[in-house]
């Protein structure tokens, strides 16, 4: 087997657990540290805004450190960060300490162990692959969706949210730490291997070569791609946090409404495979345009209020393309920018991209107080998407020389 696959499992893992429990496990903490601290909601949320703001910072700083140092040791740290901060949160004595601990550890930690250094060291290892690997370690977050909020709320519900928080550090660091040190490795080169397995022919296209911080910001690549996945995380994120009120507007129970949920998680791990295999055999400007279609189609299905055999079918086209979203966005950095500066581009484009989707929460919010329905929310994300999809009309892929993308 290529060593490559192990590469793959390693990141896969890493993203079980901090996905899992950030973007996962966090609401179950929610209610047992109410009672705890007596905090009110907001605040107990405000780790996420930390979060949030912490990564603009430093999300540039580690992007530039992830071209530059062993991603092993990164990995590693992350996963020291990670395990620390949980161990720390079970000890807060305030609701301050929680969510600055949560904050400050999380961000660090979703992009030493998230997409940030996982994308880059995969899209080193794989050429013709890529896409395929993307897709599968990306499935890890979908697991990590899937287990750890069943486990941790066992956890809390027999022993306390401090003993579970405990539990999941211990486990993560016996689980993660050797691993990630012993299989981690930066480049094929450092096993005298090439990508994908196989030793080059000489009709591979020449890989574009390292540019710089200010280099990146002038490309007009840069913007397209990073404007039109702004816009379309913008309207998922949006889309997510609004879900189950919508369904329960238009008559579904609260349990079915939150299994509408389940069955984008459930299709969005799909989708991560099939985007992922298709991204190394179609255009990756074509997946995307697809994954915006998806979205777009579930829109328009949801803006009818059909009733909910209708409701999941436009969930499964939703999860589809969120699942397509990270393999694909991956898979054109590298083809477009090359792997040698991989880390720095994603680094780069992240604070654009939450910059876009921050604001999707509260016009949403805003639209529907104001209606009392979604439907003008629904069509303002049909008429971002469309905005999405014109903007990547203008990115160009590169030249069969491996000439870095521009724009129209």
Known sequence: MFYGWRIVGGVFLAQLF?????????????????????????????????????GLIISPILGAMTDRFPVRLLMAAGTLIFC???????????????????????SFSALLLGP????????????????????????????????????????????????ALENLALIALAMLLPLLLLVMRSHPSDLGLYPDGQTPDGSAPQAPPAIGLKDIIRHPAYWSIGLTIGLLFSVYSALMANLVPYAQGTGISLEAAGALMTVIAGSGLVGKILFGMAADRISLRLGLWIAIGLVLTGLLILQTEPGYPLSVLACISIGLAAGGMLPVWGALLAVIFGVAS??????????????LVMPGFVITGHLYDQSGHYHGAFWLYCGVLVVAAVI?????????????ATAT
């Open 116 to 163: 940030l250094v996982g994308s880059t060291v995969i899209s080193r290892w794989f050429n013709r692959a890529r896409g395929k690997a993307l897709g599968i370690a990306a499935v890890g977050t979908s697991v990590g969706g899937l287990v750890l909020p069943v486990v941790l709320g066992q956890w809390i519900a027999e022993d306390g949210w401090r003993s």
């Open 18 to 54: 901090v996905t899992g429990f950030m973007t996962y496990s966090f609401g179950s903490f929610m209610v047992p540290l109410q009672e705890t601290f007596g905090a009110t909601r907001a605040q107990v949320n405000l780790g996420m805004t930390i979060a949030t703001l912490t």
């Open 84 to 106: 620390g901060g949980l161990y720390g949160m079970s000890l807060s004595q305030s609701i301050w300490q929680f969510v600055t601990l949560f904050g400050v550890s999380m």
């Open 392 to 404: 990547l009309g203008r990115l160009k892929m590169p030249s069969p020389e491996g000439i870095p």
């Open 342 to 355: 991989y880390g720095r581009v994603m680094g780069l484009m992240n604070p654009l991209i939450t910059l």
